[in-house]
């Protein structure tokens, strides 16, 4: 008899939790210092409950630290881009990169698909799918037991005695304030920004065009014809989704002459790399980073052969966008290649590193250091965009300005805009096995040295019994003790 799906999956539960038994995965707390029970205070606060949050969450459990709070703007199961605003058929990443599990093997990917689906489709499996990853996500939360307060946004952050005041917003509107030691802003690939639209799409009504990063009801396209501005990987990625759902024609518009052809990532995977760009000095880091950005990410050989496949797929490389208009209700391209008309306006022009683009960031513009307020490159090898980015330190925590904002530096970027200071080791599976260690390190340094004193006199107080003279469990009487 065929066991069935949920219970290969709750007999796989059983085993994570044994060997997380096996290796003391799973630390004891630490000393109580009387605050514990303060519903409104938390060592950690993490926004964000997606792969990078809930990495971040299970990594300070295992570490004791149990004052943990996991917000996400997003219902539960809706985590992060993967059924959002995500439109390739799979990951891009390998299938056997270590994940969420830090080390634990039933908890992997692959112990996970392997219950439901057996050792023979992993085998088979290339990538593994979008809908899968977010099951397994799912999946994950629920095994490690971390709890997330869902369609919540961060409104604000400001400075409060000892730690943060962070302003939260539920989906109704109601706003409550917390306050918290430290900030984790595991918010992905715009989390120090937004989506960059290009000046003359927003001369555009709004509904003319929609950036990659907006979930939208694909079927929408059925019997248009679009445009895309863009020829990277999440140009492919709408190309295909648009087609796929039936719009007429699909024509992309890139400035470049000729597609990418190597992925980045592929090179920077290795220990070396990812585990110690960050302990460069600033100079080759620059020197790294400015390289990386160099490289624009290609689209993966499937989506390619699936929207070159179509006959309503064109492309128009080398092509520059002179003008953008409306006309007669539909969009009017003037190019370098002549005259297009489109119904509507797909974006796939990636993000921007910008405080001032996000709420609960806008107020950090004055006080975060960015690598132009601390360095120099040498002349020639400027780069606004790299320039922009915010200058961390090792345990990704922000950066102040000024001696008096020095608080800010209970704010880490866990996200995106981390790669220029510390490498791309917080935007993804690949370096995520480097990332969570270093930024956990970081907080469970700051959380002791914080409260030392208070764990000196903890100490100090100590007195828990651990041997008694009078007792032997193996005699009939008390044994006597000598005064």
């Known amino acids: 008899m065929t066991t069935p799906p949920d219970e290969r ?11 997380m038994a096996r290796i003391e995965a799973l630390c004891a707390d630490w000393p ?16 964000g409950a997606g792969l990078s949050g809930l990495s971040i969450a ?5 570490r004791g ?17 993967w059924i959002t605003c995500a439109r390739m058929q ?28 057996g050792g023979d489709a992993w085998d088979a499996l290339d990538k ?15 095994t490690v037991g971390i709890d997330v307060e869902n369609r919540t946004t961060l409104s604000s952050i400001d400075q409060a005695e000892g730690g943060l005041a962070l302003t939260l917003t539920n989906v109704g509107g109601t706003s409550r304030t917390i306050t918290c030691r430290h900030l984790v802003m595991a918010t992905g690939i715009d989390g120090c920004g937004g989506p960059r639209i290009p000046a003359m799409v927003k001369t555009l009504p709004k509904s003319a065009w929609t950036h990659s990063n907006e979930p939208i009801p694909i079927d929408f396209l059925k019997d248009r014809n679009v445009a895309i501005l863009g020829s990277g990987t999440s140009s492919f990625d709408w190309a295909v989704a648009a087609l796929e759902t039936g719009a007429r024609d699909v024509t992309m518009f890139a400035r470049s002459a000729d597609l990418p052809r190597t992925e980045v990532l592929a090179w920077t995977n290795f220990p070396g790399f990812l585990g110690h760009f960050a302990d460069l000095p600033d100079l080759e880091r620059w020197r790294f980073a400015n390289l990386y950005f160099n490289f624009k990410v290609p689209p993966t050989q499937e989506q390619y052969n699936r929207a070159c496949r179509h006959p309503g797929f064109t492309m128009q490389l080398g ?23 489109a119904d509507h306006l797909l974006l796939g022009t990636g993000y921007e590193v910008n405080f001032a683009l996000r709420p609960e960031l806008a107020g950090l513009v004055a006080t975060a250091a960015l690598w132009k307020d601390r360095f120099q490159p040498p002349q020639g090898e400027e780069n606004a965009m790299l320039a922009g980015h915010p200058y961390l330190g090792p345990g990704f925590e922000l950066t102040p300005r000024y001696a008096e904002a020095s608080w800010v530096s209970r704010i880490h970027m866990f996200n995106a805009g981390a790669l220029a200071s510390l490498g791309p080791i917080s935007n993804g599976v690949t370096g995520l096995k480097y990332g969570v260690p270093r930024i956990v390190d970081a907080l469970v340094k700051a959380l002791f040295i914080g409260d030392s004193n208070r764990y000196l006199a903890a100490l100090a107080a100590y007195d828990e019994p651990h041997f ?16």
């Open 65 to 81: 630290i149990r004052s943990v709070h996991v917000i996400d703007q997003s219902e539960e199961g809706r985590e992060g881009p």
């Open 128 to 142: 593994i799918s979008r809908q899968d990853w977010m099951a397994y996500l799912i999946w994950f939360r629920r």
């Open 58 to 62: 299970f990594a300070l459990k295992r």
């Open 468 to 483: 008694d003279p009078g007792i032997d469990e193996d005699a009939t009487t008390p044994r006597e003790v000598l005064a």
């Open 319 to 341: 092509c520059g966008i002179r003008e953008l208009s409306m006309d007669g209700g539909r969009i009017r391209l003037a190019t370098t290649n002549g005259i297009f008309h």
């Open 9 to 19: 999956l709750r007999e796989l539960e059983r085993r994570a939790h044994d060997e």
């Open 32 to 47: 109580k210092l009387g605050d514990e029970d303060r519903k409104d205070l938390h060592s950690v606060v993490i926004c």
């Open 90 to 117: 799979t990951l891009r990443s390998p299938k056997y990169l270590s994940g969420p599990d830090l080390g634990i093997p039933s908890l992997t990917l692959r112990s996970w698909y392997e219950a439901l689906n």
